[in-house]
């Protein structure tokens, strides 16, 4: 493993724990999509199912189930705890215009046609979108509080070292999954526009 993919999984650990700390500490969901919440616990769900089959390591393991409960709590959070101050209003984007397409295409294009595949294929594509809920009810608002933005900025910050990662394991491994680096790509053209509407919002 290298240096890019743990500062990767770091970022991405700590964009959600910003989220959380946020939400437990202002006792407010107030600028969060619930909706996308949703989508990152489906893509967290569907993408570790292979726990149950495949021990790679301890630290594998260990941040697939952290990965796995912070978005749960975090849904539980949005929708029951501290639902009196969802945002349900501009939290508004459908997400079937986002979940039939990256179905009909996990099962168009995988790397082999079994349930496991289909759905880590499932959540490789649905991940590179689940954020556009979020960037939605942002761009609608025309606002966005200091702790989510740091929460999005983290959440980049990711996906560009994973661009890293994958580079790296091209040049020392001679690994390429074009499925992930495609998606992988078009997650992080989306943060891109984040940080365009947040300079020009």
């Not at 390591?57 to 952290?66: D, E, F, G, R």
């Not at 690994?175 to 495609?182: G, H, N, S, T």
């Given at each position: 493993?290298?240096?890019?993919?743990?500062?990767?999984?770091?970022?991405?650990?700590l964009a959600i724990i910003i989220l959380l700390l946020k939400?437990?500490?202002?006792?407010?969901?107030?600028?969060?999509?619930?909706?996308s919440q949703i989508l990152f616990a489906l893509v967290f769900t569907t993408r570790y199912l292979d726990l149950f089959t495949n021990f790679i390591?301890?630290?594998?393991?260990?941040?697939?189930?952290?990965f796995l409960i912070c978005a749960y709590v975090t849904v539980y959070?949005?929708?029951?705890?501290?639902?009196?101050?969802?945002?349900s209003e501009n939290d508004s984007f459908r997400l079937e215009f986002l979940l039939v397409p990256v179905t009909g295409l996990s099962f168009l294009e995988n790397h082999s046609?079994?349930?496991?595949?289909?759905l880590w294929t499932f959540s490789i594509y649905l991940e590179s979108v689940?954020?556009?809920?979020?960037?939605?009810?942002?761009?609608?608002?025309?606002?966005?509080?200091?702790?989510?933005?740091?929460y999005l900025f983290f959440l980049g910050l990711y996906r560009a070292l994973?661009?890293?990662?994958?580079?790296?394991?091209?040049?020392?491994?001679?690994?390429?999954?074009?499925?992930?680096?495609?998606s992988g790509v078009?997650?992080?053209?989306?943060?891109?526009?984040?940080?365009?509407?947040?300079v020009t919002k």
């Open positions: 493993m290298n240096i890019f993919r743990i500062l990767g999984d770091v970022s991405h650990l939400i437990v500490k202002s006792k407010s969901c107030a600028g969060i999509s619930g909706k390591s301890v630290y594998n393991t260990v941040m697939k189930v952290i959070m949005i929708y029951v705890k501290f639902r009196k101050t969802f945002d046609f079994t349930p496991l595949e289909i689940a954020i556009l809920p979020q960037l939605f009810m942002i761009s609608k608002t025309g606002e966005a509080e200091t702790i989510t933005t740091h994973y661009i890293a990662n994958w580079v790296w394991r091209y040049h020392t491994e001679n690994f390429y999954d074009q499925i992930a680096v495609v078009v997650q992080t053209i989306f943060y891109c526009d984040f940080f365009y509407l947040y």
